[in-house]
């Protein structure tokens, strides 16, 4: 048994926590969103052929932001493909992900169904094949209330108020070179900066992300970054990172480490804004939207297999399916456990992708929808982790990985949730010893557990399946107990624990 103390205390906060850091991806790509939220025969399915199952599902989870419609696929996306009457729009070949596309869904019913989910529309536009002039004009068809053409043929196309999209995206993963119209960062740059001002110069209110390095792995990462932002600084309010996280060798303690590397890539990002603000002598501030990220590897095989072109060019095949096993369910809440740490420079984070496409909801065509196992940690972050990221002071017997020594088999973020609760999400990565912790809770009067979440199950590879959903799911812990102010709880191997206390 290994023994682990953590200190609140209720003065001591990192930040306010930005809802969005709990938001979401959407890509056209495979069935996220053909048979994924759009199927106009799926017997769910209302008016607009969305289906109200998955809409179910994603509104549980509460997702504040979610970014569209790519990804790579917007590299090469023809904005204008999506809109006016369903027989009248083109099919097209996608070239990043070799299917085809028949632009059924576009920004109508995409932006339409946002508000069905109530969430926020994260709007990327093209500036691998395109650029300035194709962005500008979809920043006027969205938001021009009326009177200019682009406005007047969104109210012909049965849209009369303007959706209102205040955050955009310049581009996708620019610096990769499997981006359609990939760009060194100085070319970048400059489009990024041209494209940023004259969307600007139609309302300064909204908020622009410039991609970063889409990996610290990148061999031009950070100097990308640098050179990215000195072309566009004070223009922007947001630089995007990516991560994806493997475990092909099956070596648990170095997956679940992978955070570390999560937290000192935000760092180094951190240092970059740091000195881009100081070097243009600028009082603006730029944050880190962390858009993409997720467990991602489990389909590679499969996916490659369709994706070396052998299949011919398909509608909706089923790519980047990933299903995922509890061993995720401990890495993701991990990943958002790093995003409450670092909740004073990282202000969005989606996590990649929503549905089918390396997601947290599934879809069978014409039947079920159900939830893998990192639903759950998502949707419980998303629920209890609002309000101020608490300091925490933790110390925690440790181990070794690949990505550095003296890897906390703790992990855990302290969330005050303003309502006189405080909420902790704590990980237990050792696998073969349970860890006894307790939480000393400085300032917090009268404390009360009011909930103790647990998800655990003794095969890491444990997986939910259409038939058999409920396999990894949240159940009540037990033990956990106050004694003299302080919480003390015992943590199984490898576990994931919400535990919540009033205070007042
Ligand atoms: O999310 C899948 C893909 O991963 C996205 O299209 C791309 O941006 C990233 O490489």
């Given at each position: 048994?290994?023994?682990?103390s953590v200190?609140?205390?209720?003065?001591?906060?990192?930040?306010?926590?930005?809802s969005r850091?709990?938001?979401?991806?959407?890509?056209?790509?495979?069935r996220?969103?053909?048979?994924?939220?759009?199927?106009?025969?799926h017997?769910t399915?209302?008016?607009?052929?969305?289906r109200?199952?998955?809409?179910?599902?994603?509104?549980?989870?509460?997702t504040?932001?979610c970014?569209?419609?790519g990804?790579?696929?917007?590299?090469a996306?023809?904005?204008?493909?999506?809109?006016g009457?369903?027989?009248?729009?083109?099919?097209?070949?996608?070239?990043?992900?070799?299917?085809?596309?028949?632009?059924?869904?576009?920004?109508?019913?995409?932006?339409?169904?946002?508000?069905?989910?109530?969430?926020?529309?994260m709007?990327?536009?093209?500036?691998?094949?395109?650029?300035?002039?194709?962005a500008r004009?979809?920043?006027?068809?969205?938001?021009?209330?009326e009177?200019?053409?682009?406005s007047?043929?969104r109210?012909?196309?049965?849209?009369?108020k303007?959706?209102?999209?205040k955050l955009?995206?310049?581009?996708?993963?620019?610096?990769g070179?499997?981006?359609?119209?990939h760009k060194t960062?100085?070319e970048?740059g400059?489009?990024?900066?041209?494209?940023?001002r004259?969307?600007k110069?139609?309302?300064?209110?909204?908020?622009?992300?410039?991609?970063?390095?889409?990996?610290?792995?990148?061999?031009?990462?950070?100097?990308?970054?640098?050179?990215?932002?000195?072309?566009?600084?004070?223009?922007?309010?947001?630089?995007?990172?990516?991560?994806?996280?493997r475990?092909?060798?099956?070596?648990?303690?170095n997956?679940?480490?992978?955070?570390?590397?999560?937290e000192?890539?935000?760092?180094?990002?951190?240092?970059v804004?740091?000195?881009v603000?100081?070097?243009?002598?600028?009082d603006h501030?730029?944050?880190?939207?962390?858009?993409e990220?997720?467990?991602?590897?489990?389909?590679?095989?499969e996916?490659?297999?369709?994706l070396?072109?052998?299949?011919g060019?398909?509608?909706?095949?089923?790519?980047?399916?990933?299903?995922?096993?509890?061993?995720?369910?401990?890495?993701?809440?991990?990943?958002?456990?790093?995003?409450?740490?670092?909740?004073n420079?990282?202000?969005?984070?989606?996590?990649?992708?929503?549905?089918?496409?390396?997601?947290?909801?599934?879809?069978?065509?014409?039947?079920k929808?159900?939830?893998?196992?990192i639903?759950?940690?998502?949707?419980?972050?998303?629920k209890y982790?609002?309000g101020?990221?608490?300091?925490?002071?933790t110390s925690?017997?440790?181990?070794?990985?690949k990505?550095?020594d003296n890897?906390?088999?703790?992990?855990?973020?302290?969330?005050?949730?303003e309502?006189?609760?405080?909420?902790?999400f704590?990980?237990?990565?050792?696998?073969?010893?349970k860890?006894?912790?307790?939480i000393?809770?400085e300032?917090?009067k009268?404390?009360?557990i009011?909930?103790h979440?647990?998800?655990?199950?003794?095969?890491?590879?444990?997986?939910?399946?259409v038939?058999?959903?409920?396999?990894v799911i949240?159940?009540?812990?037990?033990g956990?107990?106050?004694?003299?102010e302080?919480?003390?709880?015992?943590?199984k191997?490898?576990?994931?624990?919400?535990?919540?206390?009033?205070?007042?």
């Amino acid at each position: 048994m290994k023994k682990a103390s953590v200190i609140a205390n209720k003065n001591y906060h990192i930040a306010s926590i930005d809802s969005r850091i709990y938001g979401s991806f959407l890509e056209h790509l495979g069935r996220a969103v053909y048979t994924g939220i759009y199927e106009p025969d799926h017997p769910t399915s209302d008016e607009n052929g969305m289906r109200q199952d998955v809409i179910d599902l994603v509104r549980e989870l509460d997702t504040p932001v979610c970014r569209y419609p790519g990804g790579n696929f917007v590299s090469a996306y023809n904005w204008e493909d999506g809109i006016g009457p369903k027989d009248k729009r083109p099919t097209r070949l996608d070239l990043a992900w070799h299917t085809l596309e028949n632009n059924h869904v576009g920004i109508h019913e995409f932006a339409n169904w946002c508000e069905s989910v109530n969430t926020e529309l994260m709007l990327a536009v093209n500036l691998g094949s395109r650029g300035l002039d194709a962005a500008r004009n979809l920043l006027e068809y969205c938001n021009h209330p009326e009177g200019t053409a682009w406005s007047d043929l969104r109210i012909a196309n049965g849209r009369k108020k303007p959706w209102d999209i205040k955050l955009w995206c310049l581009g996708n993963e620019m610096d990769g070179n499997w981006q359609i119209g990939h760009k060194t960062a100085d070319e970048y740059g400059r489009l990024a900066a041209n494209t940023a001002r004259a969307m600007k110069l139609y309302d300064k209110t909204i908020e622009l992300v410039v991609c970063g390095s889409c990996g610290s792995e990148m061999s031009t990462f950070p100097e990308w970054d640098v050179t990215v932002l000195e072309h566009t600084y004070d223009l922007v309010n947001y630089i995007s990172l990516h991560s994806y996280f493997r475990n092909p060798e099956k070596h648990t303690g170095n997956f679940l480490a992978l955070n570390h590397r999560v937290e000192e890539y935000i760092d180094t990002v951190a240092g970059v804004i740091a000195y881009v603000k100081e070097k243009k002598g600028s009082d603006h501030d730029v944050y880190i939207s962390f858009d993409e990220w997720n467990v991602w590897y489990h389909s590679n095989e499969e996916s490659n297999r369709f994706l070396d072109g052998s299949q011919g060019w398909v509608h909706a095949p089923s790519l980047l399916e990933d299903i995922y096993n509890f061993e995720d369910v401990l890495q993701v809440g991990c990943i958002l456990n790093s995003f409450i740490r670092r909740s004073n420079i990282v202000k969005i984070a989606c996590i990649a992708q929503l549905v089918n496409v390396i997601a947290p909801i599934m879809t069978e065509k014409a039947g079920k929808a159900w939830r893998q196992t990192i639903y759950y940690p998502l949707q419980l972050a998303s629920k209890y982790g609002r309000g101020k990221a608490l300091q925490l002071k933790t110390s925690s017997p440790s181990y070794n990985a690949k990505v550095g020594d003296n890897i906390p088999f703790l992990d855990i973020a302290g969330v005050d949730n303003e309502d006189g609760v405080i909420t902790f999400f704590a990980i237990n990565r050792n696998g073969k010893e349970k860890l006894d912790i307790d939480i000393s809770l400085e300032g917090f009067k009268n404390p009360k557990i009011i909930g103790h979440t647990t998800i655990h199950n003794d095969d890491i590879e444990a997986v939910n399946t259409v038939n058999d959903p409920e396999k990894v799911i949240p159940i009540k812990g037990t033990g956990a107990k106050i004694e003299s102010e302080k919480v003390y709880a015992s943590f199984k191997p490898y576990s994931y624990h919400i535990l919540r206390v009033e205070t007042n």
